[in-house]
């Protein structure tokens, strides 16, 4: 595993993507951590925060194909999967594919579709295919959803389950840029940003970058301490559900992708303290804690309760 390739690669996706979006270099980062990882993103920030256009500079900085669906109440399952449609030419039936036959799929205001077509993105998620009239396809790989909501709007809008939330691997937003980052987006903003940057990754290192992902080792204790995080949202009071099991897959996973692109191949403590509460916010259920930094907050005090191991590198 030739570490360098993969802090090369955090340096040219996050210089790229920083060319349009001003002063977000630690949420371009995690973007990069969730794709790496095989996993979605659900953005939770007020309208005009920049999240759509993130989204797009990070697809054409990665060189993929890139499709966005507004999600709204009368949006059917098959407006994102595809139809099986009659030609009358050929006099035979075709399947045309929905928009979520791409790379990176962008799912703009999620909660304002209803649950059924919420539902449909759940196979497509999980397990990166669609079936449309009892026949399965298989959608292009990588496959990553990132899908926006705006947490204060609540008319029109149907909360995601929470079997579709334990499908995100991270819930992060934006935030406020300061004044002086504002200015520079005012600067930027003059014409249309996207023109100003290029894909800047090839194939074969997106290739590499998956292949050699799964060589980033953890120290047993570590793992230990990974679990223990888990564990105290389960006997939690407060808490009246704990993260799943999936969801300490998916704190391994993004720990496995942040130590690489940070120059390492293998997992520190601090990796797992730092990434717990973007990965883990989403899958508890607690009374006081349904906002995204309520919940963070929620998660960063169970964790100031557990042993932190004094790892360094393994054996």
């Known amino acids: 595993m030739e570490i360098k390739r993969y802090t090369a690669f955090r340096e040219k996706v996050v210089g790229n993507v920083s060319q349009v979006i001003v002063g977000k270099e630690r ?59 009659y030609n009358q030419k050929t006099g035979d039936f075709q399947f045309r594919e929905g928009p979520l036959f791409a790379h990176i799929v962008l799912a703009d205001e999620i909660n304002r579709a209803t649950p059924r077509t919420q539902s449909a993105l759940l196979e497509a998620m999980e397990e990166k295919q669609i079936t449309v009239d009892g026949e399965t396809r ?21 909360p995601l389950p929470e079997a579709q939330l334990d499908r995100f691997l991270l819930r992060m937003d934006l935030g406020y840029p300061s004044k002086e980052e504002e200015k520079d987006i005012i600067r930027i903003n003059v014409g249309n940003p996207l023109d100003r940057i290029n894909s800047v ?18 120290h047993p204790e570590v793992l230990d ?16 559900l704990g993260v799943s099991p999936r969801g300490s897959v998916a704190l391994f996973k993004a720990c496995q992708a ?27 259920i607690a009374r ?28």
């Open 225 to 240: 301490y990974l679990l223990n995080i888990v564990g105290e949202t389960r006997k939690k009071g407060s808490i009246q």
């Open 138 to 158: 298989q959608l292009p790989r990588p496959f990553m959803v990132l899908a926006t909501q705006n947490p204060v709007e609540t008319y029109g809008t149907f």
């Open 201 to 218: 990754v090839t194939a074969e290192e997106l290739d590499y970058a998956f292949a050699h992902l799964p060589d980033v080792s953890i």
């Open 288 to 315: 006081g804690a349904t906002s995204l930094t309520k919940a963070r907050e929620l998660i960063a005090e169970l964790m100031a309760g557990v042993e932190v191991p004094l790892e360094s590198r393994p054996m």
């Open 258 to 284: 942040y130590a690489a692109i940070n120059g390492r191949d293998y997992i520190l403590p601090e990796d797992v303290k730092y990434l717990a509460p973007l990965v883990l916010n989403h899958r508890i």
């Open 27 to 85: 949420e371009i980062e995690l973007l990069l951590v969730a794709f790496l990882a095989g996993g979605h993103i659900l953005l939770e920030d007020m309208p005009g925060m920049g999240k759509t256009m993130m989204i797009k500079a990070f697809a054409k900085t990665l060189g993929l194909e890139f499709k966005r669906i507004q999600f709204t109440p009368d949006l059917l399952p098959s407006d994102i999967t595809g139809i099986n449609f």
